[in-house]
């Protein structure tokens, strides 16, 4: 299917079927993950000392932490992607807090499906009894305006910035849904800003609203960044954030800390754990797969000391590591399906890419039928969940499936519907 400025975006003839008593529990957890990275957040950013600690590689973006009026948690939209191993109990791998692109397009792989299946024989599976389980795109954008509405900000226009990256995924998306309600919006580069009178401004637009596309990661990531000069160069988007002149989302907690996978690191941490209620430990062990930064040294194993490095050298098959701030599968490396000289090169720590080490669990695989070339088969296909929330309550879910083991649509991945039975 293609979608906005005819973005293609290829669908697999497969859908994940739920029970209302499945997605009350994926729900229930969704809430659940939101409250404990929220409450991480709060920990670590009511500290400098913490913040230096536990998220040195975004040192650059503290001065400018601050939460988006109108705005009950630093987290405003999330996706909690998460592993499905064999016993079905889902295990929450990375977050997403600033990357909301399959949220506007979920429902529309939903339905192209049902077209498909209903056009293949209208008798051979019947979905007349089924609704959709993915996150409805109006959904975000009414939160959004519900969230300027309680900041009290003089309403103008809805600014959906882009910065040095250049990424505009959904964006376009987005104006068409602020344009159903008769809400201006337009798509901005965020270098382009100014202040006016204490206002946020771009051309003869104010701006009272902001979703923000931005990829900051770290200064000399080969990927997605902000590269030096950052101040300069977003000066009046920063300051206006920043004073609370401006509805803000993602806010750059969100952007830097709650995208950055060491968050999971913090849940496993000893220190943090002693903020947790018994059955809030009792959730990380059980749906939180344990992290740690790769670094030298000793860190805590589901509660034995080990040394970092040389375990992971030696067990590979256990683990995963992956780049701590970055996104669409960039530089993820799974022990278990890379040779021993691939491996051992991965477990070098890097300075430009900061990375995590992660436990490895195998994900349930399906045959999916789907289209390659000229030719129709059916493929192997690993499946990941990201459930999603907005404003901390459960959206939908955003089902994704891939040949590939690391399964990001950017990595051979494909949309994947979501129904819900009576």
């Known amino acids: 299917m293609s979608l906005g400025q005819d973005k293609p975006l290829e669908v697999a003839l497969s859908a994940l079927l739920l029970n209302p008593q499945d997605v009350r529990q994926i729900g229930q957890l969704a809430e659940r993950v939101h409250q404990l990275v929220e409450q991480v957040l709060e920990f670590v950013i009511a500290r400098p000392e913490r913040l230096q600690a536990y998220f040195p590689d975004q040192q650059r973006i503290f001065p400018y932490l601050a939460k988006t009026p109108g705005a009950s948690s630093w987290q405003i939209l999330s996706r909690y992607d998460a592993a499905v191993p064999a ?42 009894g089924l609704r959709m389980g993915t996150v409805q795109p109006r959904h975000l954008r009414d939160a959004l305006l519900q969230i300027e509405e309680a900041a009290r900000i003089e309403k103008g226009t809805v600014g959906l910035l882009t910065d040095e990256n250049e990424l505009t995924f959904e964006l376009d998306q987005l104006v068409d849904a602020f344009h159903a309600c008769q809400r201006q919006a337009i798509i901005a580069d965020a270098r382009q800003l100014q202040l006016r009178n204490g206002q946020l401004c771009y051309q003869d637009h104010y701006f009272s609203l902001v979703y923000n596309k931005f990829r900051i990661s770290t200064p000399h990531s080969p990927n997605h960044c902000w590269r030096d000069g950052f101040a300069a160069r977003y ?78 050298r030696q067990d590979r098959q256990r683990f995963v ?20 000289q691939q491996w051992h090169q991965a477990c070098q720590p890097r ?19 789907s289209q390659r070339g000229d030719r129709v088969q059916a493929d192997p296909m690993y499946l990941t969940l990201g459930l999603g929330t907005i404003a901390g309550r459960y959206a939908g879910l955003v089902s994704r499936i891939s040949t590939n083991p690391v399964t990001n649509v950017a990595r051979d991945g494909f949309g994947q519907a979501v129904f819900v039975g009576p």
Not at 251 to 260: T, Y
Not at 321 to 340: C, D, F, L
Not at 351 to 369: G, I, N, R
């Open 321 to 340: 590591i992956k780049p701590a701030n970055e996104g669409r599968g960039y530089g993820v490396v799974i022990g278990k399906y890379v040779s021993r």
């Open 87 to 128: 016993d079905g109990q889902l295990k929450i791998m990375e977050l997403n807090t600033a990357c909301p692109g399959a949220f506007m397009i979920s429902e529309a792989v939903s339905s192209v499906t049902k077209q498909g299946f209903q056009s293949l024989n209208g008798d051979l599976i019947d979905l007349s």
């Open 351 to 369: 300075e430009d890419v900061p990375q995590v080490v992660q436990e490895f669990v195998d994900t349930l695989s399906f045959p999916v039928v």
């Open 235 to 312: 000066a009046a988007f920063l300051q206006a954030q920043q004073a609370g002149k401006v509805v803000s989302v993602n806010n750059l907690a969100g952007l830097a800390l709650g995208e950055n996978k060491a968050l999971l690191a913090l849940l496993h941490d000893p220190v943090f754990q002693g903020e947790l209620s018994a059955a809030q430990r009792q959730l990380v062990e059980d749906h939180i797969l344990w992290t740690a930064r790769l670094a030298d040294g000793t860190v805590d194993y589901h509660g034995d000391p080990i040394d970092l490095l040389e375990t992971v």
